[in-house]
């Protein structure tokens, strides 16, 4: 079912998040009636939501997904509903404990919920992950999951996303509860938190660079990124509850490859910075490989909601570095 | 780690299944000291373990994977422990809840019980499942995992295992603790139970002989199989828990592809029926369909743990028969 976005209540399940607060702020500007930001704000809620959070329209309720009861409560009179609460391949490592109660028993519970307050639309937030890791070229949807030479907490993640994806479809299936799962790859944007391995690399390069130490390479510098800007990651949620397409699953990227050289290269640029990078082996920390030329074909999303990123990569490296100044 | 079978002490979760009986029958064997089955009994124990539960050496728990605290309390001074604790394709489209919290964090559970304990070494039934359906041809340890075109719950299972190998490869990073991943194709045996969608083929092709009924076939009848027989998966865990060898995932298997049409022809056979069988489309119940061709190829099993499968597949299914009858 396509949903109006004005006159509508929402909930955003880990709302207070990068892209819960941008997804906040576009369903404000086009008219939502009321906004539910469910998240257990274990995090400074401060960093991302801001001045969002005094708007008299969003209402914070400090929400736990592995509470039932209290979703069920919550999403009353909920028109269209966003599951954007996960642990990520790092939370996966060092908690895999509450990573598998909120990335899969939790999304259960939040597809329960929908169910049970009859929510029109439920957009589920899938992950480039399901792909897996260490690959390269153009990903497109029908794409297997790799599972080799990955950390198991990266490998867990992607895992517990098609489990998610999954999830939906049996609700589909059985109860008839429309949904989209949209794979973001790497988000990145203003009030970016310090939290996701891959986008941390713009933040920890920036901040060698402002302190003068070189940016780091791995290896040499071919690995490559697919970054897709926050903002056009909740213009494509939105158009995901305005769809009246429903029941599929898709990428939600940047649809480009940059290289970490080229990475690195474009923001001491944009620092004004004329230091060289440091080419080093493993550091000996958790890491997230990437093959040559990666990126995840959006194709399939214009074809199905009519989205495409719209943010330069530039401009929008520039917009997070001004959050962090 | 390498273990010794003969005066040892096991835990088998979720031993009063198929796997399990023929498992526990194969560690009395060799020398067992005492075999803890921590099973739910949730199905009718008699079936699968018959006169084992009145062994000695054989004690059973109605113990639920679930309770960390019963898990740890009974894994006391055991050797080994082996995890066949699961729901599959079919329990997951029926139940979500439980076999989320069976598969996934069951088995988080049973690994921190054995880190807790000890354990020498611990068994994770994995599945072909990790590869997903619908795929053909000869299937290595290194093939990713095909999510497309698949029933929810079936997808959700392979991924459910796939989470359960990389918890063991966690644990033997952060806590050293020894295990192997076994990726079993289709079990069928001796006390075969109703629950395996692949496997209750067999049975129900026969049962449908038995009665003058033709036996169905989808399709044309080239789908493919790959079974493997019990005794061989329990001999093949025994050889896993007696090796040296850790950290790894490899199939058990028959290694042989058999299309539906010459396994029907193969039980007609040997009921001594001439009944002809009857090819149909989608009977409208939850089929994982098979591609051309299809097996798990076994040879890194031989090559790290010197296992091979044994059984023919006619007398395999002799046995399966003659314990229906």
């Not at 049970?116 to 390269?136: M, R, T």
């Not at 713009?202 to 970054?227: H, Q």
């Amino acid at each position: 079912m396509a949903l109006k976005i004005e006159g509508s209540k929402f909930l955003i399940a880990g709302g207070a998040s990068l892209v819960g607060s941008h997804l906040v702020s576009g369903l404000i500007e086009k008219g939502a009636a009321e906004i539910v930001v469910y998240d257990p704000v274990l995090f400074d809620v401060t960093d991302s939501l801001g001045d969002l959070k005094n708007d008299p329209r969003v209402r914070l309720i400090s929400g736990d997904v592995m509470k039932l009861h209290q979703l069920v409560t919550n999403m009353e009179d909920v028109d269209g509903a966003v599951n954007l609460a996960a642990y990520m391949s790092l939370g996966f490592t060092q908690n895999p404990w509450d990573a598998i109660d909120v990335n899969i028993k939790g999304h259960l519970n939040f597809l329960e919920s929908a169910r049970l307050n009859n929510v029109g639309k439920v957009i589920f937030a899938s992950s480039s992950a399901v792909y897996g890791f260490g690959i390269g070229g153009g990903i497109l949807e029908d794409t297997p999951h790799n599972i080799q030479e990955n950390p198991p907490g990266a490998v867990a993640y992607g895992s517990s996303k098609i489990i998610g994806e999954q999830l939906c479809r049996m609700y589909k299936q059985k109860y008839d509860l429309d949904y989209f799962a949209l794979r973001f790859s790497t988000v990145y944007g203003e009030n970016q938190h310090h939290r996701a391995a891959n986008a941390l690399y713009i933040i920890e390069t920036y901040e060698r660079l402002v302190r003068g130490e070189p940016p780091l390479l791995f290896g040499d510098g071919s690995e490559s990124k697919d970054f897709v800007y926050v903002g056009d990651v909740a213009r494509g949620i939105i158009m995901a509850l305005e769809s009246n397409a429903t029941d599929d699953a898709m990428n939600i990227s940047g649809g480009l490859s940059i290289s970490t050289k080229e990475l690195v290269a474009l923001i001491t640029q944009i620092v004004g910075s004329e230091i060289e990078p440091e080419y080093i082996k493993e550091d000996g920390r958790i890491r997230l490989k990437t093959g040559v030329g990666l990126h995840y074909v959006n194709t399939k999303a214009y074809e199905v909601i009519g989205w495409r990123p719209e943010m330069p990569l530039e401009e929008g490296i520039r917009r997070l570095i001004r959050t962090l100044a």
